[in-house]
Structure formats: C-alpha cells, structure tokens
C-alpha cells in the first residue's frame, strides 16, 4: 500500500540530506554525519540557507541529475527550535519525502507550526523531539541514539528516545540483534501506529519490542497493533503506570479499575505480550524470535543440582507455572536411561551428569504429552563436562518440535557457551528466574493470540433483543432530563437483551410495600430507589430478608429516614421490593461497564458483593465479546476457583454466566449511549444466573446507535476500541446467469479458500493483482489478509456455496474478492481487487466494487484509489464505467492511479 512505500523511504532512505546550523556544531552532530558518510546512502551536509540555494539550483545531491529531479529521500534537521520551521521549508525546497526534526522539546504551538509546513509540504515528519533512528544492517545513523547495535530482526519503539538509545546500550552485551530503532519524539506526524504499520510489512524485522507511555487516537494504535501482532511477536513495555481508580466515578466498575488496568486489558486483547520490568524486555523477545513457541503452561525442568531447580521451581510458582507431573511412559523411559536419578520434576539429574544424561532426559520428556517445554540448566561447576554438554544440547536442539529453552548459570565463564546455544536457536538466559519468567511471557503471548483471532459480531446468534424497547428506555430518561436510570429501568434494559433479572416492583408507601410484597412473596429484600444514590447499602437503603408485613411497614420507614439523613439532597422514588435469591450456595458475582477516556467502553467481571472494591477481583475486557472471550475473562479472576464444586457447593451454571456476558456486550456494542453500568450481585448457582440488582448511567452527548431509517450520525461501533465483524454487510446478490452468492466480510477461518481462490486464479490474474509471478499466498500472507481489523481495512469476498456446481471440495468457495486498507490521513484508502476467471463476464467486478465504494463511504471516507497495470484493459474500462479518474503513474508508467471521489 502507498503509505508503507512512503515509511520505507523515511527508513530506508538512498539520498540524506544533514541540515545544521551554521557555524560551530555540537560534536554529536560531527560525528552523525561521519557516520552517514560511512552508511550506503548519499548523503550531504548542508545549512538551512545552503540547502534553499542548492534547491534553487537542482544540485543538491551533488549535481546527480536524477537525485536532483527526485529530491531527497530524507532530511535529518539538527538546528534551533527556533530555526526548525526554516529549516523544514529548505528540506520542502529540496522535495524531501522525510524528516527527522532532532530538536530535544517542543512547545504545542511550536509543534503545530511544524506539522502544519509538513503537511502543506507533503513531508512524513518524525518528532519534532526525536532522538532519530537506526537502521544497524545498513550502518545508517540517522540521529542520536548512540553506537550503532549489532544487525538482528528486533525492531525497537521507543516513546522515550533516552531509554531506547539505553536500551541499545544495554542489549550490546547480548545476543539480540536490531532492525529498526526508532525515537518516536512528539509523534505530530509519524505516530506510533504508523510506525507498527511499518514494521508489520518490514522483511528485516521478525518481532517488536515497544516502549510505551501513551497513545493518543486508540483506535489507530489498536487496529495497527492487532495488525502487527497477527503476523510479527511483539512485547510492550508499559511506563507511566497509573493504579488510581478514576475520580468522579458513580458506579463500582468507575471506582475499581484503574488507568494501566485498560492499558493491560488493551495489550492482551491486541494479542501482544505486556512485561512490566525493563530487564524482561529482552529475555522475552529473544524466544519470541525463536522458530517454536509452547501452547500452555506446562513446564518440565531439567538441572545438574538441586538449588537451581529449587529456584525455577519458585520462580514457575509466582508466575503461575505449572511444573506437571510426568507421564508413566515418560517416567519408565527416564528410569531405564537414568539410574539412581529421582524421576520427577524437577529432574535433578546430579552433579555426575554428563552429555549423555540431558541428551536422555530431553529427548525422553520431548514426547511427554503432558510438557509444554522444556527448560534444560546447567550449572558449571568443577569437573562437568561443560563443552561435551552444550554441543549436545545444541544439536538436540535442532531436531526438537517441542520448545526447548536453557539456562548456563554463570557470566564469564559460560559466556562463550550461551553463544553456541544461541547459534543453534536455542534461546538461552543466565539465570534460572530470567529463563522461567521468558517461558512465561511466551506462554502469555500464544494465550493472547488467541484471544487476537477473536472476531465477534455485534449481535450474538442468541435470540435477538429487543432493540427497540432498549432505545426506548434510554430516550425517555434523556428526555425526562435523567442520566441516571432508576434500577427498574436498569432492569427493563437487562430484560430487553435477556439478562435473567429477579422481579423487582417500586412501592411509593409503606401500605403500597406492604401489598406488593403479598404479591411478591417472602421473604423480600427492599431496597431505597433513587438515581442519585450510587451505592445504596453505604446510605442505609438496602434491607434483605424482609419477612412479614409489619417488617416490610417497619424498614420501609427505616429506608426513607436513614437514606434522608445520610443524602438528604437525593430524590427518592420510593422502595422497590423483591423476592430473596432462595439457595444457599450461591455466589455473588459482578458485571459491569466504564467508558474509558481514550479506549471507550470496557467490560469488567469479577466477585461481587458490598466488598467489591476492597476486594477488587476483577479482569478486563474489550467489547464485542463472544462465548471464548467470555470464558477466557472468567477463567483470569480469583473466584473462578470457586464457580466449580466447592466446599460442599455444587458447581454453577457457567454457560449462564457466559451468556450474560456476551448479552452485555451486545449492550455495549448497540447503546453507545452507555456510560457506565453496574450488575452487583449477579447471582450464580447451578440453576442458572439471576441480576439481583443493576445500576446504569448514559451519556446525553453520545449519538444514539444506528436503526433502520436513522440518518448516520458517525461511523457505525464508532465508540468502540474494536470494531466487530461487520455482519451488517452480509447479502445475497445475483449473477448474469441467474445463480445466487453472497457477498460478505472475509473471516479469519477463510484462510486456505483463499488460498484455494489465488491458486486458481489464471496467471495473468494472479499478475494483473499482485503484479508478480507468485502461485500461492504465502503463511504469513494468508494470515494477513484474512486476520484483519476492520477499522483500517476491509476485505469483502463473493462465495458461492457448497450446492453449487462449480464450488470446491463441497466447501464454501471464494469467487471474487476486494478490498480498501486506509491510508495515513484516514480519509482516503487503496482498493484492490481479483475476479475468477470462471466468473468473467457476470457483473461480479461491478458488483463488488460498488460494495467497496459503499462501505467505504458509509465509514466517512472522502477517496477511493488504487494501481493498475496499463495492459489490464478490461479493469481500466471497469474504473472508467465506475466513474474513476485514470493517470499515468509518475514514477511508474506501466501502471495508471486511478480514482475517485466518495461523495
């Protein structure tokens, strides 16, 4: 796409241009253009008022004729805050692609100023407060941030341009190798997403270590994150951590959850790692990079003496690492292979252990069923055969499927050793806690991959709620000029999406409470209705096991007085009354919302109760949620421990509760409106779950959802992190010939029809699309162009199904399919698109380009463009009969640009 060529050149420049000021310079910058004169790139070094009068005369690339008619690829600026702008209008004069402005702060003004001339200028522009970028393969420094790394395939990115040049400091000493290391600066242009957009389609780069403070548009960041992380492994480190809850919060999911709580729920959902010390940057990233990843927890340790692993095993603990027993099979082969070795794990394998007892004990436990991976130490001490040992392993190493990691313990003298594990592959670290805090990150990683490949949709396959009774319950208390919904109206909401909810009726006196609690039936629980009255027990407004008439006449005077005497500001209602939750075992659980400032609305669950924020067993989720991401947050808290047989109570109805879960989601994703909601307790036993009380906040300023009829007044799930799998676009269509396929978003599990579709393809089509000779897709680009985001990109396929005559294998089959993929601005895309050949002749083309055009409309975009090869004469007429502009490509005129304006 256009704006990964416009990065490449911002990162892999052929032509630099080093504007400085005039006069005496700081040493650093002698010595960066030293090193640009030592990097393969021509480069030139030049003041602003230099730079204006070699562009006036086309000879600033040193008289090339081409360099000249070009401009520069990039402009590094290393002058005054005061003579940036100047400076940024000379590298514009000399039709610079790209600049780095290597300024040390920048004001909002100032910085405004500066975006404003790139823009204007069409200049990518990375800081200004930047310390610049490396690129180690090519020896290209372009800035500040110290010795040049070692060559590798990490990535760095750095939104602390002192700590990323540290952080190059640091891992010189080791065995990790650089990509890319940037210094993202101000991010007034470049930005963090675009930077991941970079690196998702960058060959150099195998995985990403990310410094992060804050984003800015969460949207972005999480669209080019998940992009990112489907196809590269990436590790976050996380600074500015904030653990106070939000101030002003009204409800117990606004108290409970704090700012880095989001960050974390937003990282696991993007399907990336989240390490919280600095030194596990790398221990973790180095597996990642590794060709095997495990797939669970379960972790066999190997050792030449007791202490180191007692010290895994410690360490396997706290992280919540299971060390499981062995197999019989496994044991009966360790026994015959080691005689006099206790055979458990942690198999201590004794201080006479040579090569031949860990080529045993790994190849013995490589086909355990029960291990994961496996974790092979070795301690040198005076007469093991420390070279005979480490050749062995390494060759082992290479035969193995399952994940095999080691710790040498030691520094200098097992230094040289490490080296040869490393060489084989096999990642390997210096301390046992190093080793197993890695295994434990990675075991994270493939967790939160499966999360990443969740695509719900808005809606469930549940029975459909009633949306319209919902959006009646929130316009009428907008209306009434209330914010708050009464706990009758929270649960009217409930119902309407099939939230189990016990019968609740509002008494406006003590005679009226007395009648309705014949009617309910003993005994009852009262509690004081007020919507401005957050947490009722706190006030004296919540009574249970209310028994007999003259209790129901009694405490509903206790209510009214305690709640007037603690808020005697707060409007009162009345009392409402329900039936008591009969059974004894139980468990009081809680669901809940919040509307984060930068994320949008979350979804929280967790143990309930009055204790709830002292308790604070709570995990995180992103809406839309389904049944596998429902479970997955209940399987993260304490009180999962207790929803199974325990203590004598039999187990709950998990699905139950999972399917509340998913029902609030739907809330989420359809009622924008929602602020804040609190379901506590939710009470859960084995017959089945049942909202004892809810609490819901809406926003007057929040658009309402979209409803049939309703003018758009945004993007649809706008108000959402993640965008769910847009069912909405799903339809049936009709070809020339009469038959029937339906048109449709790609899903992740589409992966190998596509693969069958692209292999089908003619080789002139393949060409016409890809504009190369490949076959097949490889992985990584099936992965690719079926694991997408919706908010950045849009992938629509025709399918025909399995009853028809010329689908494949019986299967759903894939006949066309196009896509759009936002550029930088967000306001323009990049079409693509390829027909079977079969299906020539039948108005598919037409067809599926008006979808796109469609959808790309309906998200607010203004542009529609796209590449094509100048032979491909029937795609030009289709771009012409759509109304498509069509130009020669000015640095290629085999290929015309063409498009079009969404009106």
Known sequence: MQHLHELATLFDPATVALLVEPGVQPGWIDELARQLGDANVQARRLTPDEALACAAQADWGGGEEEAASKGCDLALIAVDAAREAQALRAAAALRARNAVLLSPHATPEHSAELAAIARESRIRLLGPATMGFVRPARRLDAGRMGTIPPAGNVALVSQSGVLGAAVLDWAGDSTIGFSLAVSLGAEIDVDVAQVLDFLA????????????????????????????????????????????????????????????????????????????????????????????????????????????????????????????????????????????????????????????????????????????????????????????????????????????????????????????????????????????????????????QMLLQQVPTSLSEMEPPDLGAARRVVDDALAAGREVLTELESKTLLAAFHVPVNRTVLARDADEAVALAAQVGYPVAMKISSADVAHKSDVGGVVLSVRNATEVRRQFAAIVEAVRAARPDARTDGVTLQPMRSGRHGRELYVGVFRDRLFGPVIAFGNGGTRVEVVRDTTLEFPPLNSFLARSMIARTRVAQTLGEFRGAPAIDVEALVRVLVRVSEMVCELPQIAEMDINPIIADGAGVVAVDGRILIDRETPRAWSPGDAPAGPRYGHMAIMPYPAHMVGERALRDGRWYTIRPIRAEDGERLQRFVRGLSEQSRYFRFISALTELTPRMLVRYTQIDYDRELALVATIGPDDAQAEGGDETIIGVVRYLLNPDRETCEFAIAIADRFHGQGLGTTLMQAIIDAARAKGLKRIEGFVLAINAPMIGLMRALGFRIETDLDDPSLKRVWRSID
């Open 201 to 448: 389609s960058d060959a150099a780069t195998r995985a990403v270590v990310v410094y992060l403070e804050a984003v800015r548009d969460s949207r972005s960041f999480m669209s080019a994150l998940r992009a990112l992380a489907t196809v590269k492994p990436v590790v976050v480190l996380k600074g500015g951590r904030d653990h106070a809850a939000r101030p002003g919060a009204r409800t117990h999911s606004g108290a409970i959850v704090a700012g880095d709580a989001v960050y974390t729920a937003a990282l696991r959902r993007a399907g990336v790692v989240q390490v919280r010390l600095f030194t596990q940057l790398f221990t973790a990233v180095r597996y990642l990079a590794s060709r095997n990843w495990p797939i669970g927890k379960r972790l066999a340790v190997i050792s030449n003496g007791n202490g180191p692993a007692v010290l895994a095993a410690d360490q396997a603990f706290f992280q919540g690492i299971r060390l499981s027993p062995l197999t019989a099979p496994t044991q009966r082969r360790l026994g015959d292979a080691l005689p006099g070795v206790e055979i458990v794990n942690p198999l201590n394998l004794g201080v006479a252990a040579d090569a031949d007892a860990y080529a045993a004990a790994i190849e013995s436990i490589a086909y355990d069923p029960e291990c994961d991976a496996m974790l092979a130490m070795m301690t040198p001490y005076a007469g093991v055969p420390v070279d005979a040992i480490t050749d062995r392993v390494a060759t082992i190493g290479r035969t193995l499927v399952k994940p095999l990691f080691a710790c040498w313990l030691g520094d200098s003298s097992t230094r040289a050793l490490r080296g040869r594990l490393d060489a084989a592959g096999i990642p390997v670290y210096r301390t046992p806690e190093a080793a197993v805090d890695a295994f434990s990150t990675v075991a994270t990683f493939y967790q939160n």
